[in-house]
């Protein structure tokens, strides 16, 4: 992997990046050398998407990140655009200080009060960075809360003032950015759900943080990676061997359905034809088998004997045919929870299994974390936070804080967590995590998740003979049906993707790459 592509995965947490920073210094890096990079760098982005003729006023605070405002002012000012600067404090660090009275020499305007900014076409956000904790106060809440007012394009510097930088918790008031220039690695807070709303278009400034810094801070376990696309791509089981047959290709068994909720099936169906595997199988309630076979052909649909609720009442494969012959199982999706001895039956199986919907209803009133530590075989779970709190309610709420939840989960359970969201967060049991950084509302359809259920197992069932480590198969997966789910918005509306039409989109994902 190349040092480009592997600080595009690189997420932080404020303490990583304070030391990472403090090993560059030590190493004899100037603080005032590695400000003036930053800020030209920042300074030649805002160039490229603005005219000269934009008024910018820039919002400066007390420490670097303020610093690094001051010098951006500095330079759209002597490239001839008109710049005013908002500044309530008082007492500034050194560094940032000393700027502060340049800029002021060259007769930039310079207000106490948001008010003088009031005829600005862009503002600049400079007023906090990073590790910021406590709870923003007078006047610069007040200052804020104006601002987000207003109608104007915002920039932030590394991260929205007022974002916490791990949990992305608004910290009493935050900026609304249209766009945050993120500098040197990606922070976490930035990726967080409930962060999206204030962080706009996030892009990285890259300011050649040298990779061994990062490998030494980080190390390699309790990892937070960012899924990209090409790593992603580089998880498929593409090209095929010239010489294969259908079995070599994984062959998966989906328990899915009930009268209630026939859809369930045909959708996880329609996600695993899409992966490309091999040889399907689907096991329905016998009631379904005709509507499965319409929908799926080249699938083996197993119709089995159905309980009064019209749930599977017995999984009743071919003959000859094992729960372990198969590469991946994977149960949830529309069997309601009347399906309990099924997912007891398949939970004591060797297969690697993925357990979705109802699946994890079933498992959470059996004591999901004791069950899932009594199986040898990998297990990959997907819920979303209300089945989540379900699985795990000793965790606090994976809404507030989904990394440190998810990372807790994978590990008590010593399952796979894949928790959806518009950030989705997967986690291992050692600690490793990787985020997928791009979705769409348009996802927010009944039946997304039982498209991702059949594109997951289907990818797992291929890479299950392969070096491919399982999360990281599992992370391809979601950014898969993510980038299916982006593609289909633009072409359609973000209110357009019904789940049935996503998974014709999951194609032109792989044919545009």
Same mark, same amino acid.
């Given at each position: 992997?190349?040092?480009?592509?592997?600080?595009?995965?690189?997420?932080?947490?404020?303490?990583?990046?304070?030391?990472?920073?403090?090993?560059?210094?030590?190493?004899?890096?100037?603080?005032?050398?590695?400000?003036?990079?930053?800020?030209?760098?920042?300074?030649?982005?805002?160039?490229?998407?603005?005219?000269?003729?934009?008024?910018?006023?820039?919002?400066?605070?007390?420490?670097?990140?303020?610093?690094?405002?001051?010098?951006?002012?500095?330079?759209?000012?002597?490239?001839?655009?008109?710049?005013?600067?908002?500044?309530?404090?008082?007492?500034?660090?050194?560094?940032?200080?000393?700027?502060?009275?340049?800029?002021?020499?060259?007769?930039?305007?310079?207000?106490?009060?948001?008010?003088?900014?009031?005829?600005?076409?862009?503002?600049?956000?400079?007023?906090?960075?990073?590790?910021?904790?406590?709870?923003?106060?007078?006047?610069?809440?007040?200052?804020?809360?104006?601002?987000?007012?207003?109608?104007?394009?915002?920039?932030?510097?590394?991260?929205?003032?007022?974002?916490?930088?791990?949990?992305?918790?608004?910290?009493?008031?935050?900026?609304?950015?249209?766009?945050?220039?993120?500098?040197?690695?990606?922070?976490?807070?930035?990726?967080?759900?409930?962060?999206?709303?204030?962080?706009?278009?996030?892009?990285?400034?890259?300011?050649?943080?040298?990779?061994?810094?990062?490998?030494?801070?980080?190390?390699?376990?309790?990892?937070?990676?960012?899924?990209?696309?090409?790593?992603?791509?580089?998880?498929?089981?593409?090209?095929?061997?010239?010489?294969?047959?259908?079995?070599?290709?994984?062959?998966?068994?989906?328990?899915?359905?009930?009268?209630?909720?026939?859809?369930?099936?045909?959708?996880?169906?329609?996600?695993?034809?899409?992966?490309?595997?091999?040889? /399907?199988?689907?096991?329905?309630?016998?009631?379904?088998?005709?509507?499965?076979?319409?929908?799926?052909?080249?699938?083996?649909?197993?119709?089995?004997?159905?309980?009064?609720?019209?749930?599977?009442?017995?999984?009743?494969?071919?003959?000859?045919?094992?729960?372990?012959?198969?590469?991946?199982?994977?149960?949830?999706?529309?069997?309601?929870?009347?399906?309990?001895?099924?997912?007891?039956?398949?939970?004591?199986?060797?297969?690697?299994?993925?357990?979705?919907?109802?699946?994890?209803?079933?498992?959470?009133?059996?004591?999901?974390?004791?069950?899932?530590?009594?199986?040898?075989?990998?297990?990959?779970?997907?819920?979303?936070?209300?089945?989540?709190?379900?699985?795990?309610?000793?965790?606090?709420?994976?809404?507030?804080?989904?990394?440190?939840?998810?990372?807790?989960?994978?590990?008590?359970?010593?399952?796979?967590? /894949?928790?959806?969201?518009?950030?989705?967060?997967?986690?291992?049991?050692?600690? +490793?995590?990787?985020? +997928?950084?791009?979705?769409?509302?348009?996802?927010?359809?009944?039946?997304?998740?039982?498209? /991702?259920?059949?594109?997951?197992?289907?990818?797992?069932?291929?890479?299950?003979?392969?070096?491919?480590?399982?999360?990281?198969?599992?992370?391809?997966?979601?950014?898969?049906?993510?980038?299916?789910?982006?593609?289909?918005?633009?072409?359609?509306?973000?209110?357009?993707?019904?789940?049935?039409?996503?998974?014709?989109?999951?194609?032109?994902?792989?044919?545009?790459?």
């Amino acid at each position: 992997m190349d040092r480009q592509e592997f600080i595009s995965q690189v997420i932080v947490t404020a303490t990583q990046m304070r030391d990472i920073e403090a090993r560059i210094f030590t190493a004899g890096m100037p603080v005032a050398a590695l400000m003036e990079k930053v800020a030209g760098l920042i300074t030649r982005r805002i160039e490229a998407m603005t005219y000269k003729k934009n008024h910018i006023g820039v919002l400066v605070g007390p420490g670097h990140n303020g610093g690094d405002a001051l010098v951006v002012a500095r330079e759209l000012f002597l490239s001839g655009y008109t710049v005013s600067i908002y500044c309530p404090f008082e007492k500034l660090k050194e560094l940032t200080s000393q700027h502060f009275q340049y800029v002021k020499s060259l007769g930039i305007k310079i207000y106490d009060s948001v008010d003088g900014l009031q005829n600005c076409d862009l503002l600049i956000d400079g007023l906090f960075g990073f590790g910021l904790e406590r709870h923003l106060t007078e006047p610069v809440a007040s200052a804020i809360d104006a601002i987000n007012e207003s109608s104007n394009p915002i920039f932030s510097i590394d991260i929205p003032s007022g974002l916490h930088t791990d949990t992305g918790e608004v910290l009493g008031t935050a900026i609304r950015a249209t766009h945050t220039l993120c500098l040197g690695l990606w922070k976490l807070g930035l990726l967080q759900d409930r962060a999206l709303e204030y962080v706009g278009k996030a892009e990285l400034i890259d300011f050649d943080i040298p990779r061994a810094d990062v490998e030494a801070v980080l190390g390699d376990t309790n990892k937070i990676n960012r899924i990209t696309k090409k790593t992603a791509l580089s998880t498929l089981p593409l090209p095929r061997p010239p010489v294969t047959h259908k079995y070599k290709e994984g062959h998966l068994l989906l328990i899915c359905g009930s009268h209630r909720y026939a859809g369930g099936a045909i959708l996880t169906g329609l996600g695993a034809r899409a992966s490309g595997i091999g040889m /399907l199988s689907i096991a329905v309630p016998e009631y379904l088998k005709p509507l499965l076979v319409a929908q799926l052909p080249e699938a083996l649909i197993i119709g089995c004997p159905e309980t009064e609720t019209g749930a599977i009442a017995e999984l009743k494969l071919p003959a000859n045919t094992r729960l372990d012959s198969f590469s991946t199982i994977a149960i949830g999706p529309g069997i309601t929870t009347d399906a309990a001895p099924i997912v007891e039956q398949v939970l004591e199986s060797t297969d690697p299994l993925v357990i979705d919907a109802d699946g994890l209803n079933i498992l959470a009133t059996m004591g999901a974390v004791q069950t899932l530590q009594k199986r040898q075989a990998p297990t990959v779970l997907t819920p979303h936070t209300g089945e989540f709190k379900r699985l795990f309610p000793d965790i606090p709420d994976a809404q507030n804080n989904r990394i440190e939840a998810v990372q807790a989960a994978a590990k008590q359970s010593n399952a796979i967590i /894949l928790l959806k969201g518009a950030r989705t967060a997967i986690a291992n049991p050692h600690g +490793n995590t990787w985020i +997928n950084p791009e979705s769409t509302p348009a996802l927010a359809r009944g039946g997304s998740g039982d498209v /991702l259920t059949g594109l997951l197992a289907g990818l797992l069932a291929q890479g299950v003979n392969k070096s491919t480590p399982i999360e990281q198969i599992v992370a391809t997966a979601a950014w898969w049906h993510a980038q299916a789910g982006i593609i289909g918005a633009s072409e359609r509306t973000e209110l357009g993707i019904d789940a049935h039409t996503l998974t014709q989109y999951l194609l032109l994902v792989i044919s545009g790459s």
